[in-house]
């Protein structure tokens, strides 16, 4: 019994105490995801749907209505880095700084971009509408089939 309250403390006494920087406590602290409001959420997701790499060029305006144009070069949880192709710099942006961003050949979208043109339909969209279209022309085929 002893032996086993003597080892409670031991390793009680490691937990609490810290010698150099920061102890088990703190470290927990710092794992705590960041909390960004609705919009910035809108943006992270805008970004992570282009993706990284040269593929995902953008526009960005910020709140400050400067523009900025490059390719998302990585994506941390507060913010993103863009890589300017002419000035050859790249630039950590905060997600709450961003007003609006352009994927290149779209229109600005406030936080929602799915990558194609605004009155584009996606090709499954187009997919589904000729099959509901062969459908109501077998379904009316039979039915005139049956009446004759």
Do not use: W
């Given at each position: 019994m002893r032996r086993v309250a003597t080892a409670i403390l031991i390793a009680m006494a490691l937990i609490v105490w810290q010698p150099e920087g920061p102890g088990l406590v703190t470290e927990l602290r710092a794992q705590e995801p960041v909390k960004l409001s609705r919009h910035a959420e809108k943006i992270k997701d805008t970004i992570g749907s282009l993706g990284t790499g040269n593929e995902a060029?953008?526009?960005?305006?910020?709140?400050?209505?400067?523009?900025?144009?490059?390719?998302?070069?990585?994506?941390?949880?507060?913010?993103?880095?863009?890589?300017?192709?002419?000035?050859?710099?790249?630039?950590?942006?905060?997600?709450?700084?961003v007003k609006k961003i352009k994927a290149l050949g779209s229109a600005w979208v406030q936080g929602q971009s799915s990558g194609r043109r605004s009155g584009q339909r996606p090709l499954i969209g187009k997919a589904a509408i000729v099959v509901a279209v062969v459908l109501v022309v077998v379904v009316v085929a039979l039915v005139a089939s049956d009446r004759s």
């Open positions: 060029r953008v526009l960005v305006e910020l709140r400050d209505k400067t523009k900025l144009a490059g390719y998302v070069k990585s994506m941390q949880l507060d913010e993103f880095e863009l890589f300017d192709t002419v000035a050859d710099t790249a630039k950590g942006i905060k997600y709450e700084e």
